[in-house]
Every structure is written in C-alpha cells, then in structure tokens.
C-alpha cells in the first residue's frame, strides 16, 4: 500500500499541476509513458514469478459446507470432534494445504462434517473445509463495520476539496494550490504517519503488550475508525467558522466567492483523515488476507476491496437521503451548489453520529472474534518421509509461521 500511496501522491501533487499550468496533452502523456514502462517490466518479471497451485472454487467448497449442514439439519453434530469427517493429512500435503483445527463458533456448520455414511461432497465434507466456511462468515461483519470508513474516504474527494476552493489556496504572490491538490494533504499524512507507526509505535507498544505487532489487527483498526470521529467533529467546527466569516463578509449570495481564510485551515482534518487511513486501511488490508482461510485469500483481499466501492455508493446515497429530506417545506438544504449558503457542519456532524455508532458496531462484534487457528497436530508426507508439524497460528504470528511451513514444503518437493 505503500507504493500504491506514493504513485497516488506523485498523481495528486505533480501530475495535477502539469494538467493545471501546462495541459493534459502532457498530463495525460506522462502517466501513459509510466504505465508502458510498468507494462514491460510486467512482462520482463512474469516469467520469474513463483506461482502458487490453483486450489479449486472456494466459493463452490463454502456452498457445499452450507447445502450439506441444511440437509443434515434435524442431525445432532457429535460433541467431540474427534467424531467429525476429516481427511487423511497426508492429502493436505499432497495438495499442499494445511488443515484447520476445528471451533466451537458456528457449529451448525459441523453438521456438514457428520458422519451419516454419505460420500457426496454435497452431503459430507471434511473439517477443514467447514472451518474455513466458518472463518469466511465471521469475517462478515468486521467487513460490514468497514463500510462507514470507506465512506469517510469519499468525503475527501468530494466535499473536502469543495471545501478547499471556497478559502484562500495562494502561497505567496504567485502560487495558487490547484483544488485537486488538496487531496494530497491526505496521502501525505497517512505515508508519513504509516513510516512512524511501523518505526516507533510498533516498539513502543510492543513493550506493553508482547504482541509482536505492538496491538492486534482489530485494535489497529479500531484506534482509526475512533479518529473518524473525530476527523468528521473538526470537520464540522472547521466549517463553522469559515461560514461566520463568509457571513462577516456577507459572501453568502455569491457562489464563487473565497472566504479570506488561507488553505491550510483545513490541514486538521486532512492530517486526522490521513492518520486515520493508516490504521483502518492498512488494518483492513491486512486483516482480510490474514484471516482468510490459506485457500481463499484472494477472496480476503476481494473483501477488502469491496468496502471502497460500498462506501461509495453509501457516501452517494446519503448525501442524496440527506439533500433531499432537509429541503422539505421551503428549508434550506444542508448541501447545496452554492457552498458559502450551504449547511454542511450539520452534515458533517451527522457523519461524526454514525461514526460513532459504527464504532459501538465495531466493538461489539470484535469482542467476540476469535483469530485464525491451524491445527497443531503433525502429519507426515509419506512419498518422502518428511515429517511437517503445523503449530498454533495466532494473529501475531501467522505470517512467519506460515511461511516457515510453506518453505518445508517446497524443499520436501525439491528433494523427489
């Protein structure tokens, strides 16, 4: 993400004051020439990427987990799972996948792991498989809790950058900030605040905790969606003032006018939003892959994807709920062209409400979240005699456990 926010930055800083004071022809051209030369080192790096096997349709392995518990609902699922369906680990290493230990959460879903002396893959499946169906569904509603950050993101690049034509952008006599730069202050925040919580929070919480992520992921995300709230309150007093003094300067009737307030007046609540974004965005990213099933972390990413473009479409639909309900009866609308006219601390007080709310949201499911587990017990890979032992994997330590197993596996492959 990291580089991803650089090139965002180049594109909001660089790229936009070309378009502004030279022309798009050139604008347009230079990011077309980057993309030319990224799509040839594609092509140069392809043939030495590693690719991982392909595992089958997780979507079609969680539907079978779902038909085959419905069918065996009036089935009471034995109370050890000892007694459950699961496959032999040699075949897991054959496919080179690992097996989940079974959870105590959704045990619905174990109905789909009893015996009945079925063999349909629609009938019975294997606890693995269950539990990866469960790890998938108790991921939902951290992804729905997700929602209302994403969009705050929208806000940025919509009401946030209105907000920047109406004050002063000049610095100096002859430079004038382009309003699509203002965005930047955003990414800037968050690439530098990214850069000091990998460097010097991760330590210092790591002192506290043991964890050697210095806080879990959720925490992570929690302490942004937190910020949110309080990125949309100075939002909303910001906005406060600078309307008191449009008012002052009776600027109210007129559409253009810029309020004598220079730019960075609204530098709080892009640093908050940029700080923010480096907890929950990161967290969330990072979250979805690591707690997806080994065999579905696409699907994790795909999840974390998912909230921008739903957080959209929410940010789209309120603003029109909104607009729409305080015109009612001759009242004057909270958002309107005009924005010296406008009402938009009310909006943006009612974004802090649902913030919060979300919040509360937020908390109360990740209470109850129960980080990914793989089972401890050992298996051997028959066709060569190596034995691979899984361990406990929790949250904080996944990633090099993980990789230290996969890197057994890959030597056990070597030495056929």
Known sequence: MFSAF????????????????VGFSLGYGIPTVGLIISVVIFLIGTPFYRHKAHKGNPFGRMAQVIVAAARKWRISAPSDPIQLHELDHKEY?????????????LRFLDKAA???????????????????????IKMLPIWIAMFMPSAMIAQVNTLFVKQGTRVNRHLGSHFEIPP??????????????????????????????????????LQRMGIGLA???????????????????????RLQGNEKAVAPLTIFILLPQFSLMGIADSFVEVGKLEFFYDQAPESMQSIG????ASTLGIGNFISSFL????????????HTKWILDNLNASRLHYYYAL??????????????????????????????????GHTVKPVVIKDHTYEKEHQSMEMKMVKSQVKK
């Open 351 to 384: 974004l802090a409400v649902l913030n919060v709310l979300n919040l509360i949201f937020f908390l109360a499911v990740s209470r109850s979240y129960v980080y990914k587990r793989e089972t401890n017990e050992p298996f051997v890979d028959h066709s060569n």
């Open 227 to 249: 910020i949110h709230v309080l990125v949309m309150v100075v939002a909303s007093i910001t906005e406060i003032q600078r309307i008191r003094v449009v008012k002052v300067h």
């Open 114 to 136: 009893t015996k009945d002396g079925s063999t349909s893959a629609w009938k019975l499946c294997p606890v693995t498989q269950v539990e990866e169906t469960k790890l998938m």
């Open 6 to 21: 650089t090139g965002t930055l180049i594109g909001q800083t660089f790229l936009i004051y070309i378009e502004e004071n």
């Open 93 to 105: 290493v054959a496919k080179k996948r690992f097996p989940i230990h079974h959870t105590q959460i």
């Open 180 to 217: 699509g730069c203002v965005t930047s202050f955003v990414t800037m925040s968050m690439l530098v605040f990214t850069v000091i919580y990998d460097r010097v929070l991760v330590g210092i919480f790591r002192r506290f905790t043991g964890n050697p992520r210095g806080i879990t992921i």
């Open 319 to 330: 603003l029109t709920v909104m607009t729409n309900i305080t015109g009612r009866k001759g």
């Open 301 to 304: 990413t795909a999840l974390f």
